[in-house]
């Protein structure tokens, strides 16, 4: 296997397109993931923090023991079907990022804590409750850590009610407290600018650290102060009293971890490639990939155009409309492109793009040289 010595050098786009003539397709260059990976590893050793990836991006257990090899402790999952194919390929700390509810999700999370330990981040004493009766049925232990939002108004409880469901969580038989957790993933979108993007996820995660100190002070053991995203891991490792950070996207990067400055093009290790099917107009192209592809996810940073992907080496060059199975380049005055060209597109959200291909290609520089099964594309329960 590659270990990414290939200096700072990014994907050899005119070699995978001589060779991926049946698209779309997504292309994983391996030296470039292992760089990356190396890279935030370091980076967490660095600032002494462990570091707990997450495998929603890219959902392969070959990735996955890539990271633990290179440091991390144990992995997140997005839902528990994602931690039953980790569990079934060898690997055993995970936590699932996200609150299980219903029965048989229970039973199944139950079984996983004989095999595995497991973690459950959630934010109310129901999912914790139901947690606890299932795993003391069958003799497990789960370890539970409360989610906090520190402003993305989604999952968690409000900071002044954090203490209060620990303490309740804490008495309940089956279950160990582990900590405090957030995502501070608002402040992709709230930021104006690097400075306000810093600022905001330092607050943040300051937020956390006091709730976990004064959680210490009333006699309660806090192990883990655990945060993250992927463009924000950079400022998350240096505020003290951080323990863990949990990001996942480094490991492809796609373009908007490059306008959010945590990657530029030559650390952008997967692309989708797709072929021109129709040049109708002089300022337009369509290409083979579409939402279906791609996602139909568009670029989140506040300052950036309608979108739905750019063409690798051209920053000028956009994916500018897309359905299911067709994507509209807008193009310069002059181009080239041709019916039957083939083009390397960086997506918008490489997360979202991989979960809707059954495999990828791997490239190992110019070279073709492998396929992955994305093992736990569609594991949405």
């Not at 470039?32 to 590893?41: C, F």
Request: aromatic share 4%; glycine share 8%.
């Amino acid at each position: 296997m590659s270990d990414g010595s290939r200096g700072s050098t990014g994907l050899q786009v005119e070699a995978l397109l001589a060779q991926v003539t049946d698209t779309p397709r997504i292309v994983v260059d391996r030296g470039i993931v292992a760089r990356n990976i190396r890279r935030m590893a370091d980076r967490a050793a660095a600032a002494g923090v462990v570091l707990r990836p997450h495998t929603k991006t890219h959902k392969m257990p070959e990735i996955a023991a890539m990271q633990l090899e290179a440091g991390a402790i144990g992995l997140q999952v997005a839902k528990l079907g994602e931690a039953e194919v980790m569990a079934a390929a060898g690997f055993r700390d995970i936590m699932v990022g996200y609150p299980i509810v219903g029965p048989e999700k229970l039973e199944r999370l139950a079984a996983l804590a004989r095999q595995a330990r497991m973690s459950v981040s959630l934010d109310s004493i129901e999912a914790a409750d139901g947690i606890s009766r299932a795993v003391a049925r069958r003799g497990a232990t789960i370890r539970i850590l409360v989610e906090i939002d520190t402003g993305l108004r989604r999952i968690g409880v409000l900071p002044s009610d954090a203490i209060g469901l620990a303490e309740r969580v804490s008495s309940l038989p089956g279950v160990e407290f582990g900590g405090f957790l957030t995502h501070e993933g608002h402040v992709y979108t709230a930021a104006a600018d690097m400075a306000e993007f810093e600022r905001l996820t330092r607050e943040a995660c300051r937020v956390v650290v006091e709730i976990a100190e004064q959680a210490r002070r009333r006699g309660m053991a806090v192990p883990v102060v655990s945060v993250g995203a992927s463009a924000t891991a950079r400022f998350d490792m240096t505020v003290p009293g951080v323990t863990e950070v949990r990001p996942g996207t480094y490991v492809f990067n796609d373009l908007t971890q490059m306008e959010l400055g945590a990657a530029q093009e030559q650390d952008v290790a997967a692309c989708v490639i797709a072929t021109v099917v129709s040049r109708p107009t002089d300022d337009r192209a369509v290409i083979d990939a579409g939402t279906k592809t791609l996602s139909s996810d568009q670029r989140i940073v506040a300052s950036s155009q309608r979108s739905f992907g750019r063409l690798f080496g051209q920053p000028d060059v956009w994916l500018v409309r897309a359905s299911e199975e067709h994507g509209v380049v807008g193009l310069p005055p002059g181009s080239a492109l041709r019916v039957g060209d083939r083009v390397a597109i960086i997506p918008n959200h490489i997360c979202a793009a991989i979960n809707l291909h059954d495999d990828v290609l791997v490239a190992d520089g110019a070279a073709m040289v492998d396929r992955w099964r994305v093992a736990a594309r569609g594991r949405l329960q």
